[in-house]
C-alpha cells in the first residue's frame, strides 16, 4: 500500500502555471491560429439614446478585404433574447458605444480602418445619465438580483432613530467602475454544418448555453463552447454579451471562422460595469454602544435595456442587531450601458456605507471602532432569526487587531504627523455569503491509469486548476499526479459558473460525490465510468451561512498635495476549510487590493452631455498598481463549515473586496480628521 499525502491544505502550487509561462494555456483568441479566420469590428453609436435613420456600408464593403458589414437591415435575427442582447436587431439607440454594424474583413487591421467609414444618421435626444436621489423617477424593483427581497423593515426606524441618545445620518456615494480582467473579452465562432464552435472567454461554457441556443435556435448538441483558460473576469465574463452574439453571426453570413476581441475602450460599454450608488446610513445608539436603529437606503442605476438590481444593502440585514432595522433600495432608469455583477456585487459598495457608518458612530460615541462592532454581535442572523452556520467575525477582528498592533491606539483624529504625512489607522468588517450551486462532475477509470476527472469548471485566475485537482486526488486517496483534470468546456459535465464565490463550494462536493462512488468498487480491466452531482439542500434555509473578516489599514496623507498611501493592511478571514493556502492568500490578497483600488482609484466618469464613459482606457481609468500597493498581511482563522458542503469550505474569491475600502476611508479620516463620502479618495478632495 502507498501513503497517500493528503493533498487538501497542502500550499501547492498553480498546475497551469508552468504552462501558461511557457505560452501553452491559451486564452480563446489565440485558439484557431491555423484557421483563414475572419475578423470582426464593431461599430458603435456615438449618441446615447435615439434612432438610425439612415445606414450605409457601401464605403466600408468597398475596402478591399472586407468580406461583410452587418446592420440592423441585414443582419440575421436572433431568436428570444433579452432585450438588451438583441445587438442590430432595430434601429433603436439605448446607450453610447452601443453596436449599430459590425465590418468583418480578411485582418483585423482592414475590419478596424473600414469601421471609420460606414456612415450611420441618427436622430437624438439628450442622454439622462446623472443619477441623484432626488430624482423623481426612481422606482422600488420588484426584487434584487439574486432573488433578494427590495426593502425590508423591522420596528419603528424613525421613532427610533429620533429617540437614540446617539446618532449619525450620513449620506455615501461610489461610482460607476468597470471590470479590467486583463484578458479582454474575446470569441472565435465556427459554424461546422449546423455545429456552432467556440472559443470563448467567459466564466464557465455552461453559463452561455441557454443564451446561444436560444438566439440562434440550436440544440444543446449543436453547440460546443472550450474555454480551459481565462484570463480574469470579476463578474464581467459571467453572462452572454452583445460581442458574442456578433461573432457567431459573422461566422454564419461568412461560413467562415470569426474571430472578434473587443478593445479596451469598448470593454467600457459592451461588458457591463458596477452601478454607481448613493447610501443614505443612519444609526442610533445608546451611550454604550448597543445599536438600537438601523436604517440603509440605496439609489443606484439601471439602463434602458436591462433591470440590473443590485443588493447593495443586503449585507447590512445581518452584519448587525438593532430593534428598529430598515432597508430600501431605488433605481433610476437611465440612457447607460446595462450594469452587472462585478467582485462582490452589492457587499462591495454596500459594506463600504455601512462600515464607514460604523466608524462615525464610533467617533460620535467615543468608543473603539473594534470595541463597538464586538458590542453588537448578534448570535443569530437577526433579519431570518436563524442560527449562524459559523460566524467567526470577533475572531477575524481581535486577531486582526493583534497582528495589525491596534491595542494602545489613540482614537482622536489628524494629530499623528510624520514630516509632511499625516497618518492614521482604520477597521472594518467583511460579509460575504455562502451557496453553492448544481453541479456534475465525471471520472473514468481504467486500471494503471491515472483518473480523468471532468467537470464543466472555470478557472478565471482563481486556481480551480490546482484546487479541484487536490479535492479530487483526496476523494479518491491518491497522490495528485493520479488525477488528471478536465474543465472549461461545454461537453463536460455540466456545472455552475465561477462566480458568486461559489466555484469550490459547487464543484467540490460534485467531484466528491463521484469518487466515493468508486470507492470500494473494482474496476474492470475495461475501466468504469462514473457520475457525481451536487446542489443545494435544505440547509439554507435552517442556517444563515457567510464568511466573515476584518481588514485594518495604515493610511498616510501628504498635507501638501494630498496623496494618499496606504503602507499596510491586515485581513483576516473566516471563511471556511482552505483547499490552498497559496491560491487563497492569492484571492484574498487580489480582493483586498481591488479595495484598495475602490478607495483611491477607480472611477469611470460618465460625460453628461455625450453619455458615454469619458475616461474609458488604463491610462485615464485608475486601477492600483504594485506600487500602490504595501504590505499586505493576509490571515484566516481555523474554520470548518460543513453546513454547505462536505468540504467545509464558504467560497473566498469576493470576501477579500468587502470592507477593505471602509477600513482606508475610515484610516484616512484618523489621519486626518476629514471624512471623505465620495469615493475615490483622490487629492483633489484633499483642497
Ligand atoms: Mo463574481 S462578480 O460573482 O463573478
Known amino acids: 500500500m502507498t501513503t497517500i499525502e493528503r493533498s487538501v491544505g497542502a500550499g501547492v502550487r498553480r498546475l497551469d502555471g508552468p504552462d501558461k509561462v511557457r505560452g501553452r494555456a491559451p486564452y480563446a483568441y489565440e485558439h484557431e491560429l491555423d484557421a483563414q479566420a475572419v475578423f470582426v469590428a464593431i461599430v458603435q453609436s456615438p449618441v446615447a439614446r435615439g434612432r438610425i435613420t439612415a445606414i450605409d456600408g457601401s464605403g466600408a464593403q468597398a475596402v478591399p478585404g472586407v468580406l461583410a458589414v452587418l446592420t440592423h437591415v441585414d443582419a440575421p435575427r436572433l431568436g428570444e433574447v433579452v432585450e438588451e442582447l438583441r445587438v442590430l436587431q432595430s434601429d433603436a439607440v439605448q446607450y453610447a458605444g452601443q453596436p449599430v454594424a459590425v ?11 473600414a ?103 440550436i440544440t444543446e448538441d449543436q453547440l460546443h463552447i472550450t474555454s480551459p483558460y481565462v484570463g480574469g473576469a470579476f463578474g464581467s465574463k459571467a453572462f452572454t454579451h452583445v460581442h458574442q452574439l456578433l461573432a457567431i453571426m459573422a461566422a454564419k453570413v461568412t461560413g467562415r471562422t470569426a474571430k472578434l476581441e473587443l478593445t479596451r475602450q469598448q470593454m467600457f460599454s459592451l461588458v457591463g460595469h458596477r452601478t454607481p450608488t448613493i447610501q443614505r446610513l443612519r444609526l442610533g445608539a445608546r451611550p454604550d454602544g448597543t445599536l438600537t436603529a438601523i436604517s440603509h437606503e440605496v439609489v443606484e442605476h439601471t439602463s434602458q435595456n436591462a433591470e440590473f438590481a443590485e443588493q447593495t444593502a443586503t449585507a447590512t440585514r445581518l452584519m448587525y442587531a438593532a430593534p428598529a432595522r430598515r432597508t430600501t433600495h431605488r433605481l433610476a432608469r437611465l440612457d447607460v450601458p446595462a450594469p452587472t455583477i462585478m467582485r462582490a456585487p452589492g457587499e462591495a459598495p454596500g459594506m463600504y456605507a455601512l462600515e464607514s457608518a460604523m466608524d462615525e458612530l464610533a467617533a460620535a460615541l467615543g468608543m473603539d471602532p473594534v470595541q463597538l462592532r464586538l458590542r453588537n454581535e448578534p448570535d443569530r442572523d437577526p433579519e431570518r432569526d436563524v442560527p449562524w452556520s459559523t460566524r467567526n467575525l470577533v475572531a477575524c477582528l481581535t486577531e486582526g487587531a493583534e497582528r495589525f498592533g491596534w491595542a494602545g491606539r489613540d482614537h482622536r483624529p489628524g494629530v499623528r504627523e510624520e514630516g509632511r504625512w499625516l497618518v492614521g489607522t482604520g477597521v472594518a468588517a467583511a460579509t460575504y455569503p455562502t451557496r453553492r450551486r448544481p453541479s456534475q462532475a465525471r471520472i473514468e477509470a481504467v486500471p494503471g491509469k491515472p483518473f480523468v ?47 458568486g464565490s461559489t466555484g469550490i463550494t459547487s464543484w467540490g462536493p460534485a467531484v466528491v460525490d463521484a469518487a466515493e462512488q468508486l470507492r470500494d468498487r473494482d474496476v474492470p480491466a475495461g475501466g468504469l465510468t462514473v457520475t457525481g452531482s451536487s446542489g443545494p439542500g435544505d440547509e439554507a434555509e435552517q442556517l444563515s451561512s ?99 458542503n462536505p468540504l467545509g469550505a464558504k467560497g473566498i474569491g469576493e470576501i477579500g473586496i468587502v470592507g477593505s475600502a471602509a477600513a482606508i476611508g475610515n484610516a484616512y479620516w484618523h489621519a486626518t480628521g476629514r471624512r471623505v463620502r465620495d469615493l475615490p479618495i483622490t487629492p483633489d478632495k484633499w483642497f
Not at 423591522?154 to 461610482?175: K, N, W
Not at 495528485?480 to 483534470?485: H, N
Not at 487590493?593 to 464613459?613: F, P, Q, W
Open 103 to 113: 465590418v468583418v474583413a480578411e485582418t483585423s487591421e482592414v475590419a478596424r480602418d
Open 115 to 217: 469601421v471609420g467609414r460606414v456612415r450611420v444618421e441618427y436622430e437624438s435626444g439628450d442622454p439622462d445619465v446623472v443619477l441623484s436621489a432626488d430624482r423623481d423617477d426612481l422606482y422600488a424593483p420588484e426584487k434584487l438580483m439574486a432573488g433578494f427581497e427590495t426593502d425590508s423593515v423591522i420596528g419603528d426606524v424613525d421613532a427610533a432613530l429620533a429617540e437614540a441618545p446617539v446618532s449619525v445620518d450620513v449620506v455615501y456615494e461610489t461610482p460607476n467602475q468597470h471590470n479590467n480582467p486583463i484578458e479582454m473579452h474575446a470569441t472565435v465562432a465556427r459554424w461546422d454544418g449546423d455545429v456552432l464552435r467556440m472559443w470563448d472567454a467567459n466564466q464557465g461554457p455552461h453559463n452561455l448555453v441557454p443564451v446561444i441556443t436560444e438566439a440562434f435556435g
Open 453 to 499: 476527472v471532468s467537470i464543466d469548471a472555470s478557472d478565471i485566475g482563481t486556481g480551480a486548476w490546482t484546487t479541484l485537482t487536490q479535492i479530487a486526488a483526496d476523494a479518491l486517496r491518491v497522490p495528485m499526479d493520479q488525477v488528471v483534470l478536465r474543465i472549461g468546456d461545454s461537453r463536460l459535465p455540466k456545472a455552475s459558473g465561477a462566480g
Open 546 to 644: 457567510h464568511a466573515f473578516g476584518a481588514h485594518f489599514a495604515e493610511v498616510r496623507v501628504d498635507r501638501d498635495t494630498g496623496e494618499v498611501r496606504v503602507p499596510r493592511m491586515t485581513g483576516v478571514f473566516a471563511a471556511g476549510r482552505i483547499i490552498n493556502p497559496v491560491t487563497a492568500r492569492s484571492q484574498f490578497l487580489g480582493g483586498m487590493t481591488m479595495g484598495l483600488s475602490m478607495a483611491l482609484h477607480e472611477e469611470a466618469v460618465l460625460d453628461t452631455r455625450r453619455g458615454h464613459y469619458a475616461n474609458h482606457d488604463l491610462a485615464e481609468y485608475h486601477i492600483a498598481a504594485n506600487a500602490d500597493v504595501g504590505e499586505v498581511d493576509i490571515a484566516w482563522v481555523d474554520e470548518v463549515d460543513e453546513a454547505h
